[in-house]
């Protein structure tokens, strides 16, 4: 009942294509996959994946899965019948149906027998029109899987081994960049936190007046989290309140001079002094008229406090590595919203932040992990298992708040050879991170339409100058056939070092070309053969890279260390040469990357 | 006059000749760094007086990636206003660099 779209021969179908067509297709799809490499938002990738993947493939209906704790929820839906929105709208990961299977095993659906699909999954059972055929692809695998895309075609279509390879590397990528938005919206949201404590931090260390440092702190928090905000740290080892903002700046005074008359009771159970006793946060949801009362000194202080038309307060500890600095407090008054346990925390947070930032220590170490977010969410930790190679990955971001941009993958071609490539994004920074993962959804997009060298690199080529790509990228990109021809275009990256099984070494040594996104150059493709038992090792700057000598030192010093990798190819031996060669906690990403024909 | 904001490993001085202005780079140019180059190369850049942009690398000890990446955005806004961009006194190190980054055929080297 299967039959392949792509081939000219297969019946008129929803997904069959006249000859002159399967090359047109095969673009359309590589350019939908594209497309997902530049999405910038999940609605981006929605549109791409139902709408435009729909459309080129002809799915009747074609959904689109996005995993959310343990459940899977629709977020775009292309062709459904009425209802099935409402009803399919939020599902378990472990209901019994072909997304939440897909997704939780990382394994694609292919089913074209409506009885054995019911059978199969009960829940759908009339839900199915006669003939209909199902395709299920994972949104990555095991910890990575993000969700599933369902499809279903109307005349029990089901994709060849060569068509499921470029919908699994779709679904891929689909995954990639729902991973890759999360990361940067994190990342970004990280970023933004450490440019506020190194600017706090900047603040605190040149200011001369912490009052009013703190008083920006203050002012941060109003009036978006309250209308009423208060500083207090220790000074003389007495709680003393060296900040006050609110909406209402006419109030301020009001505050300073309610403050100045009834200094708080350093013993009092409840409230700010507690807080700084005990680090705890207190909330307030309410802030009764008894409370009031009870806080009173006298009839004055009373009307007074009466007068700030309190409604609801929270109060949290300035607390860094142990110590509680000082307490912030938050009030809203009658015309804002309660506060909640939401509310709690993003003042805690801000707390936190406003505390750590005197503590300058802590910066690098957030930075360090915004860096290592984003490049795990955008690469493989370890390169899928492909039969016939021993491929080998030694990945690690670079150091400081500067977040890079290498990147790398290693793909099977249907020929049972190996697509390659490493490449550096120039230049640091968000930005960067977010090109690496860009690159690297292009060049799979294009390399699974034909990974022939000179194809690959024109399309980049085409890439940078249609899309205006003013960034700057070194790539290394070819492929290595079972026969041990490799044929690859260097365009502006480190050569790459071949390892005998004796230990010599010598580099694969190609006409210079420029990298992508400057333009002006032919690609030249360079021809070489390996032994079965050479080692290609491909790697970037951060590994040969010092500031004290020539970079010629540097891949002398490589080609040295590198002999040792003849016998054991494997990761362990990566690791140790990088070690061995690379620069203790260097502050540029290191990539290394090992392939090798498995023996036999 | 030598422009330094604070950063001891790197140095930009600015000169001017005729229609030429020669921007002389001292130190470490890096990602750290590269915003001193920047901030020089855009006054030349903006001066329409001046026609050719000279980066006189004598005294540069290190160029990484986004130094070069630097080099080649400078590269391409001068010829976008009609000037022309070129490096003097290239160093033996840096002239390797540039020829593994593919990039020595981009610049006119005097």
């Keep these: 009942m299967s039959r392949s779209a792509w081939e000219p021969e297969s019946p008129r179908s929803g997904f069959s294509a006249p000859d002159d067509d399967v090359a047109h297709r095969l673009h359309q799809l590589a350019e939908v996959t594209t497309e997902l490499g530049w999405a910038e938002t999940l609605a981006e990738v929605a549109e791409a994946a139902v709408g435009h993947f729909a459309e080129a493939i002809r799915a009747a209906v074609a959904t689109l899965m996005v995993r959310s704790g343990d459940r899977l929820e629709m977020i775009a839906g292309h062709g459904l019948q009425r209802g099935i929105t409402e009803m399919w709208g939020s599902f378990g990961i472990e209901h019994a149906n072909p997304a939440s299977e897909a997704a939780r095993e990382g394994r694609v659906i292919l089913l074209d027998d409506v009885a054995e699909i019911e059978r199969r999954y009960p829940s759908l059972r009339g839900q199915m029109p006669q003939g209909r055929s199902l395709v299920n692809l994972p949104l990555g695998a095991g910890p990575h899987n993000v969700g599933a895309i369902g499809l279903t075609f109307e005349d029990g279509w089901l994709p060849g081994r060569r068509e499921l390879a470029f919908l699994t590397t779709f679904a891929e990528a689909c995954g990639q960049a729902i991973r890759r938005i999360r990361a940067t919206a994190e990342a970004t949201q990280q970023a933004r936190q450490l440019a506020f404590l190194a600017d706090a931090s900047a603040e605190l260390a040149s200011s001369l007046d912490p009052t009013e440092t703190l008083g920006r702190i203050a002012r941060l928090a109003v009036p978006d989290l309250a209308e009423w905000c208060a500083v207090q740290v220790v000074r003389d080892g007495a709680l003393t309140t060296v900040a006050v903002a609110h909406a209402d700046p006419a109030k301020v005074e009001w505050a300073w001079e309610l403050e100045r008359r009834y200094p708080g009771d350093p013993d009092a159970p409840a409230g700010a002094h507690n807080v700084f006793r005990t680090g705890r946060s207190e909330l307030y949801a309410d802030i009764p008229d008894e409370m009031l009362v009870a806080g009173a000194r006298d009839e004055e202080h009373l009307r007074l406090s009466r007068e700030l038309h309190l409604r609801s307060a929270v109060i949290v500890p300035l607390a860094a590595r142990g110590r509680i600095l000082g307490v912030i407090t938050l009030i809203r008054g009658e015309a804002g919203e309660r506060f909640g346990p939401a509310d709690l925390a993003l003042a805690e947070d801000l707390a936190r932040r406003a505390a750590v930032s005197m503590d300058n220590a802590q910066l690098h170490n957030a930075a360090q992990d915004v860096a290592v977010q984003l490049g795990r969410a955008v690469l493989p930790e370890s390169l899928d298992d492909v039969p016939g190679w021993q491929i080998a990955v030694h990945y690690r971001p670079g150091g400081q708040a500067e977040v890079g941009g290498d990147f790398y993958d290693a793909v099977p071609t249907p020929e049972g050879g190996l697509a390659f490539f490493v490449g550096d994004v120039m230049g640091h920074g968000l930005v960067a991170a977010a090109a690496m993962a860009q690159m690297r959804a292009a060049l799979r997009a294009y390399l699974s339409i034909d990974p022939e060298p000179s194809q690959v690199m024109t399309r980049m080529d085409a890439m940078f100058a249609n899309l205006g790509i003013a960034r700057l990228v070194s790539l290394l990109y070819g492929v290595i056939g079972p026969d041990g021809r490799v044929r690859l275009v260097n365009a502006g990256h480190h050569r790459p070092l071949v390892v005998g099984i004796d230990g010599s070494t010598r580099w694969i040594t190609s006409v210079p070309q420029r990298p992508l996104g400057v333009g002006g150059d032919d690609r030249v493709v360079t021809e070489c053969r390996v032994a079965a038992d050479d080692v290609v090792l491909l790697f970037t700057d951060g590994l040969v890279e010092r500031r004290d000598e020539s970079i010629d030192t540097g891949l002398a010093r490589l080609a040295e260390a590198a002999s040792g990798l003849a016998r054991s190819p494997g990761p362990g031996a990566l690791d140790r040469l990088v070690t061995q060669v690379g620069l203790d906690g260097g502050e540029d990403d290191v990539t290394a990357l090992t392939l090798r024909r498995a023996p036999g | ?110």
């Excluded at chain 2, 140095?11 to 020089?40: H, K, P």
């Excluded at chain 2, 001046?50 to 806004?77: K, Q, Y």
């Design chain 2, 1 to 110: 006059m030598c422009q330094s904001y604070g950063v001891a490993d790197f140095c930009v001085t600015s000169e001017r000749d005729a229609d030429t202005a020669v921007l002389a780079l001292e130190g470490e140019l890096d990602f750290a760094t590269l915003a001193q180059l920047r901030a020089a190369a855009d006054v030349a850049l903006d001066d329409r007086t001046v026609s050719v942009i000279v980066l006189d690398l004598r005294a540069l000890r290190f160029l990484d990636s986004s130094g070069l990446g630097l080099w080649v955005e400078l590269h391409d806004r001068a010829a976008r206003c009609g000037k022309s961009l070129q490096l003097r006194a290239v160093p033996a190190a840096t002239q390797r660099v540039l020829e593994l980054g593919g990039l020595a055929s981009l610049f006119h080297l005097v």
